[in-house]
Structure formats: structure tokens, C-alpha cells
């Protein structure tokens, strides 16, 4: 497990377009898909990292809590599945299952949305307003498998909080910290150190 943190796109970024199947119906989810949303979270994750594992009973709740809201979630999973087979479309779809995921989990068999977003580990989280420019990228909480803090998701919240009611997210965001994505043989981008 290498100890990776989010490139931290520049706030302000227009947000790349992808057409990637969903894991449980196969239907390609795009961002016109979430056109009527006033927000949209970008949430790059995977079903066998310890730090994914460590906040997928927020990362849950969070779907459910904003499932009414004016906030459209996608959630995409970018690890070479021949090497990581947890993390293969099938066994997304059954961790959707497990998890009671109540938002769009999509498979990049190609890592090239991975790479439009400049994602380099799981979890990372991109906030996008109605422009669809970046408006957050960073951390959920200050929570890790090791430091025994709650996950509360506080600093995703507060972003996509401030969205839905029209104000600024604040410029002081903290990288995510995760597993590297797991990129397949001589496919690792530029910027992923």
C-alpha cells in the first residue's frame, strides 16, 4: 500500500467529461447525466483499500443523506481489475450491494477519466458547482485507519453544503490521503509520483 495524496487540481477547473458504464444497470453515466444538478460530486474510490474501507459507511450515508438534495454523485473506480480483482466491475456492483450505495458507481476500465481528473488515490473527491467548475478537492475529515479520529465526513459536508446554498467553499483544503491508484503496467500518468 503506498501512501498516496490528491493531486490537488486547480480550484477553478472545468470539469472533464467522461461516458463510463454503471456497475449495476451497465447504462453509461456522463455529466449530462447529472445536468439538472445545482452540484456534482466527483468521488474516485475502490472496494479493497484500507482507507476506502475505513469511510464507506459515510461515504454511504452521505448518498443517502443528499439523495434528495440538488447534488448529483458519481462515484468511479479506476484500479486495474487483472491485478486487483476486488475492484472488477462484478465485485463493485456486489460492494454497492453490501454498502447500500445509493449513488452511481462507474467502472474506468480505460483509467483515461482517472487521468482527466488528475485522481491519484482512493478515496480523492472532486466538488463541482453548477458550471461544473472545481470548486473543492480534498479531504473527507481529518479521520485515517490509524489516528482514531470519527469519520464524519466534515470537510466534504461543509463544501457541498455551501454549494447548495449559493456560498464560496473555502480556499483552505486539505489533500485526501489514500492508496495510489492502482494504475495497469506502463499506464501511470505524469503527474503520480
Known sequence: MA???????????????FHLPEVVSGKTTSLATFADKKALLVMFICRHCPFVKHVQKELAQLGKDYFTSDLGI????????KNYPDDAPDSLKAFVTEQGFTFTLCYDETQETAKAYTAACTPDFFVFDQQ????????????????????????LRAAIDA???????TDEQKPSVGCNIKWKPGNAPSYFG
Open 132 to 155: 461544473r467548475k472545481l470548486v473543492y478537492r480534498g479531504q473527507l475529515d481529518d479521520s485515517r485507519p490509524s489516528n482514531g479520529k470519527p469519520v464524519t465526513g466534515a470537510d
Open 163 to 169: 454549494v447548495l446554498a449559493g456560498k464560496s467553499v
Open 74 to 81: 458519481v462515484a468511479i473506480s479506476a484500479n486495474d481489475a
Open 3 to 17: 501512501l498516496t495524496t490528491s493531486t490537488m487540481l486547480p480550484l477553478g477547473t472545468k470539469a472533464p467529461d
